[in-house]
Nanobody
Framework: QVQLVESGGGLVQAGGSLRLSCAASGSIFGFNTMSWYRQAPGKQRDLVATISTISGFSTYTDSVKGRFTISIVNAKNTVYLQMNSLKPEDTAVYYC????????????WGQGTQVTVSS
């Protein structure tokens, strides 16, 4: 069993920055991809950013392109989400996700961390 533990959320003013961390209890390489999702009150959970644990290739939802950066520090088994130029619409609970693809694949989720952006 792998645990994913998020941290780094909080309250920030619009235009500010936060860095979220997702620490895995096991090796990040057990996953093919690591992602950050977010869920605002009354809304579905949406994908924010994904990174390949092998190639480092990353993708972003359009609303965060140019403002958010996902990265991995393999030695720390940690995935980060650097969030700059935050907007009130970025307010949500942010979840870390790890997926191993294939017939014996699996998915793990963290418990979430609250990000609140005030206007």
């Amino acid at each position: 069993q792998v645990q994913l533990v998020e941290s780094g959320g909080g309250l920030v003013q619009a235009g500010g920055s936060l860095r979220l961390s997702c620490a895995a209890s096991g090796s990040i390489f057990g996953f093919n991809t690591m992602s950050w999702y977010r869920q605002a009150p009354g809304k579905q959970r949406d994908l924010v950013a994904t990174i390949s644990t092998i190639s480092g290739f990353s993708t972003y939802t359009d609303s965060v392109k140019g403002r958010f950066t996902i990265s991995i520090v393999n030695a720390k088994n940690t995935v980060y989400l650097q969030m700059n130029s935050l907007k009130p619409e970025d307010t949500a609970v942010y979840y870390c996700n790890g997926i191993r693809h294939g017939a014996l694949g699996y998915t793990y989720w963290g418990q979430g961390t609250q990000v609140t952006v005030s206007s």
